[in-house]
């Protein structure tokens, strides 16, 4: 009797101690098993591994409980309390991160790897602070790739097609260079409105292009590289300082080797990925050779000028010296 009444003060004053256990709402907009799907799942696990008893994550894929261009106001509202938004999502809150938008600015992940770990690179995710976001940490998706329902070998086969794309100024002024028309839309809608001919292509890395197979309604994918897609895990001021130093810091722990993790499996499932749509034979996957990739670069890399008062020149030249 004296053992039961032990064991139920012990449970009972834990409980009082250590209350139930905070929940993180990590929220996203793409399918579990792409890398940002995969990281997410990795974090959840590591936290449940060391933390079960203070954290628990729960994991809302495929814009369950919000998209990109929401989910940031949401995670100031509470109503979630992680997610990686695309870094092109986040203008309403900093309009320094455009610079991942602009094109050729990086000759592949490893250069944007390297910049990442620079200061300038890590001023970056303290830029929304002042708006109450913390970013956590930088998570790769690929880089990106054009696809058409027609060919697309040089610049000019471009003009007059419409692009869907993120909600991001640097886009439309990158598609604007080309001659062609750029459509906002969310994620959720793309194969949709591909498959209707709403829009006539969109960029994309191969793991998004497989993944909502948009190989399948698209003819062709030209192997451009021209840009970056990534995100950044973010939460809010609030929110993180609900833990005390000791579990932040664990958890922040867990998220650089979840995302180390999810980087990784970015550059691996991008190649697995492009080789099952080369396979799929649904789309034809064009090459882009050097000759016509410098006439690609002719033509977008003036957008950068046209963004370099909004960045600053030192910003741009930075990112560029990590290639």
Request: hydrophobic share 40%.
């Amino acid at each position: 009797m004296r053992t039961m009444i032990a064991v139920l003060f012990t449970a009972f004053f834990t409980s009082m101690v250590y209350g139930s256990p905070i929940v993180i709402k990590f929220s996203h907009v793409v399918a579990e098993d792409t890398p940002k799907g995969k990281m997410a799942h990795r974090f959840q696990e590591l936290v449940e591994d060391k933390l079960s008893d203070k954290v628990k994550v729960e994991i809302y894929p495929n814009s369950q409980l919000a998209n990109d261009d929401e989910v940031v106001d949401k995670i100031l509202a509470g109503e979630i309390q992680m997610a990686a938004p695309a870094l092109s999502k986040l203008k309403k809150y900093t309009d320094k991160l455009a610079l991942f938008d602009l094109p050729f600015l990086f000759t592949g992940i490893g250069a944007v790897d390297k910049f990442n770990r620079t200061d300038q690179g890590k001023s970056l995710l303290e830029s929304m602070e002042g708006k109450g976001i913390i970013g956590l940490g930088y998570l790769h998706n690929g880089m990106k790739q054009l696809s058409a329902n027609r060919p697309l070998f040089s610049p000019s086969d471009a003009k007059g097609l419409r692009f869907r794309i993120m909600s991001s100024d640097v886009l439309v002024a990158q598609f604007e260079a080309l001659g062609a028309e750029p459509v906002k839309k969310p994620f959720r809608e793309v194969y949709k409105s591909l498959k209707s001919g709403d829009i006539d292509g969109q960029e994309n890395t191969w793991s998004n292009i497989y993944s909502k197979s948009f190989y399948e309604v698209q003819e062709y994918i030209t192997e451009s590289n021209h840009g970056y897609l990534g995100y950044m895990i973010l939460t809010s001021t609030e929110f993180w300082n609900k833990f005390d130093p000791a579990t932040r810091k664990e958890l922040e722990k867990m998220l650089r080797q979840a995302v180390g993790f999810g980087n990784q499996t970015a550059i691996q499932k991008g190649i697995y990925d492009k080789k099952k749509i080369e396979d799929a034979d649904k789309a034809g996957i064009i090459p882009m050779k050097e000759k016509e990739k410098k006439k690609w670069i002719k033509v977008m890399k003036p957008v950068w000028k046209k963004f370099e008062n909004q960045l600053g020149k030192e910003l741009i030249d930075a990112a560029y010296a990590s290639n």
